[in-house]
């Protein structure tokens, strides 16, 4: 009975021993907004966003809007262009309505939407929404990132209809006059002036759907591109504390990673666009020369609209990869101004015995606090990229040494959005905007003088 009676308790003691060490493992609740930032849900930081995706038909989260997705591309991006231009075109019109350049208009929009649609096909399959718009990493970022990164997605709708609608409104305009007008006397429905109505709804619905496309691709790089400027600016605040050099090389680190993330995804469609939109502006320089009749807005009008929209989504692009490339550069300055203040004021501290010492110490912390030029600079400075000399308390626990290692790495390895190797930088931004400026100032030139 004894026996029994050990054994008994000491298999309770072993179940007892058991629930308390399966207490202590963790379970699936401990971290449950980790979890949920992982996941995508219906009413989350994305809802209205996937409900403009899906009111654009460029939703592929399932096999019917999958379906409905690339059914609305073929017939407006390439069937209803086409129609237009083999049926449409009227070659017989008078100068007025005759549209000698159509077919470099609708091969331009369709082939810039076609990449973009296509890549925004692959980014979303691919990769998801969540993790394409970076928001599962927001999870160790600070409450200011996450807080204005959701305000920027929120915006960026607008954004988009802030560059659409004026173009939309121009091309209603024209299409609207030339149907109106007489340009078209096609009755393919049995009646003019509903053929009218049914033609002209389709080609501006088809320009709209093609312009919002490419746009909305623009306007996710500049997105993204807009966290990592606010990662840049949340980490550069770490010269302004005493830092230890480790963490700060795993921090940027982890930035160049992402960097390099968004470079590899988005090189593909930065190149495509590029070269389709300057072989656009080409062709078009090249069938207006070679014109024999004069050139005026009502022949050419659309032309140049189409070419002024497509260079406005390019320069969206480089400047939202020119301004990140130009943050993350200013950290290497940032990082070599923190090193200096540090070598000056251990020095200034180690001769406060000497008379030269003494002297230079007040001149160096009066600066240290800001002078009255810092009032003048204005706008051209902010957190990062600025002229005023960083706290004593930011940098007195670093050596010397590790300063100077840390100068020279961010020095030797800069970081910034790249395309197959090419880094866009400024000098790329102006080369590539001054020949894009000029072919499209080239062709307005000779619309608008003729008008």
């Not at 096609?186 to 088809?206: K, M, Q, R, Y």
């Amino acid at each position: 009975m004894e026996d029994n009676n050990n054994n008994n308790n000491n298999n309770n003691n072993n179940n007892n021993n058991n629930n308390n060490k399966e207490t202590l493992l963790p379970t699936n609740n401990n971290n449950p907004k980790t979890y949920n930032r992982i996941l995508s849900h219906a009413h989350d930081e994305l809802h209205s966003f996937r409900s403009y995706l899906r009111w654009m038909c460029v939703d592929q989260s399932n096999f019917f809007t999958t379906f409905l997705s690339w059914f609305t591309f073929i017939i407006f991006t390439l069937v209803v262009p086409a129609f237009s231009h083999f049926y449409l075109s009227c070659p017989s019109c008078d100068a007025k309505h005759d549209r000698p350049y159509d077919v470099v208009v609708q091969l331009s929009l369709s082939a810039i939407a076609s990449l973009s649609f296509v890549s925004l096909s692959n980014f979303v399959r691919k990769y998801g929404l969540r993790r394409f718009l970076f928001f599962d990493k927001l999870v160790g970022e600070s409450d200011s990132v996450r807080h204005h990164y959701t305000t920027q997605l929120n915006r960026s709708l607008k954004i988009v209809s802030v560059f659409v609608v004026p173009c939309f409104v121009a091309e209603c305009i024209y299409k609207v006059w030339w149907y109106a007008s007489g340009g078209s006397q096609i009755p393919f429905l049995g009646n003019i002036i509903l053929s009218d109505i049914v033609a002209c709804s389709l080609e501006l619905i088809s320009w709209l759907y093609r312009i919002l496309v490419f746009f909305l691709v623009c306007v996710l790089f500049r997105l993204i591109c807009y966290l990592q400027i606010l990662r840049l600016q949340d980490f550069a605040t770490v010269f302004q504390v005493d830092s230890d050099v480790a963490n700060i090389l795993v921090e940027h680190l982890r930035i160049r990673r992402h960097l390099r993330i968004i470079s590899h995804r988005y090189r593909s469609f930065i190149l495509g666009a590029l070269i389709l939109i300057t072989m656009s502006l080409f062709s078009s320089l090249l069938v207006t020369t070679k014109s024999h009749e004069g050139m005026s807005l009502y022949r050419a009008g659309e032309l140049a609209l189409a070419s002024m929209t497509l260079v406005t989504g390019l320069l969206i692009i480089l400047r939202s990869a020119t301004k990140i490339t130009h943050k993350a550069q200013a950290i290497t300055c940032l990082a070599a101004k923190w090193h200096v203040c540090a070598t000056i004021d251990a020095f200034a501290t180690s001769e406060t015995e000497t008379p030269v010492g003494h002297v230079g110490n007040p001149v160096f912390s009066n600066s240290c606090h800001g002078d009255s030029d810092g009032d003048d600079a204005g706008s051209e400075e902010d957190d990062v990229d600025n002229t005023k000399f960083l706290p004593a308390y930011a940098y007195s626990s670093i050596s010397f040494q590790k300063r100077q290692a840390l100068v020279t790495y961010l020095e030797n390895n800069k970081a910034g959005i790249s395309v197959y190797g090419f880094m866009l930088d400024r000098a790329w931004l102006q080369l590539i905007f001054g020949i894009e400026m000029s072919l499209v100032l080239w062709l307005l030139g000779k619309t608008i003088v003729n008008l």
